[in-house]
């Protein structure tokens, strides 16, 4: 599947404001309130469409791509590196789409910005997205936040190298 990155529209900010999704993945549900932040040029909010042209997602890239807690500990400032952030369409979540999508956010950053690497924040408990961004470079940095129940903290940061792009291996 090939997927192509353009400057979020107001219509694609309203319709991703209303995705949502289920279980524990509910902490990703959209906020009709966010509109004006997805909007925001600084913040760098791209949609992303397939072939069909159908919304399946978007990125932003930069500083609304932190968590505070990250902010807070300096853990943005250790390494220069492009923050990313990302969200798929609720219903296409967990299909295999992944890794197709963030190389295409990858190439695309990689393309208009030219960073050295490519950070990103992700909660713990989503291990499907972990292996997603395992599955194209990414390597865990370090946890940090709240220490949950379980002993495991909220937030794993990771970071790859923005200069190549490891190789596809398809999944068996």
């Given at each position: 599947m090939r997927y192509t990155l353009a400057p979020?529209?107001?219509?694609?900010?309203?319709?991703?404001?209303?995705?949502?999704?289920?279980g524990p993945y509910s902490v990703y549900n959209g906020d009709p309130g966010s509109v004006n932040s997805l909007l925001e040029p600084r913040f760098l909010y791209h949609s992303v469409r397939d072939e069909d042209g159908d919304l399946v997602g978007y990125f932003c890239f930069?500083?609304?791509?932190?968590?505070?807690?990250?902010?807070r500990l300096g853990l943005y400032d250790a390494k220069p590196a492009l923050?990313?952030?990302l969200g798929m369409r609720p219903d296409?979540?967990?299909?295999?789409f992944g890794?197709?999508?963030?190389?295409?956010?990858?190439?695309?950053?990689?393309?208009?910005?030219s960073p050295p690497?490519?950070?990103?924040?992700?909660a713990t408990f989503n291990r499907r997205a972990i292996r997603v961004y395992e599955g194209v470079g990414f390597?865990?940095?370090e946890t940090f936040g709240a220490t949950r129940r379980t002993g495991e903290k909220d937030w794993l940061l990771m970071m790859r190298d923005a200069e190549e792009e490891p190789p596809y291996i398809p999944k068996k």
């Open positions: 979020i529209s107001r219509a694609d900010a309203e319709e991703i404001s209303g995705w949502r999704y289920d930069g500083d609304d791509a932190r968590v505070s807690a990250g902010r923050d990313v952030g296409l979540t967990g299909h295999g890794e197709a999508f963030v190389r295409s956010g990858l190439r695309f950053a990689r393309k208009t910005y690497a490519f950070r990103l924040t992700v390597e865990s940095v």
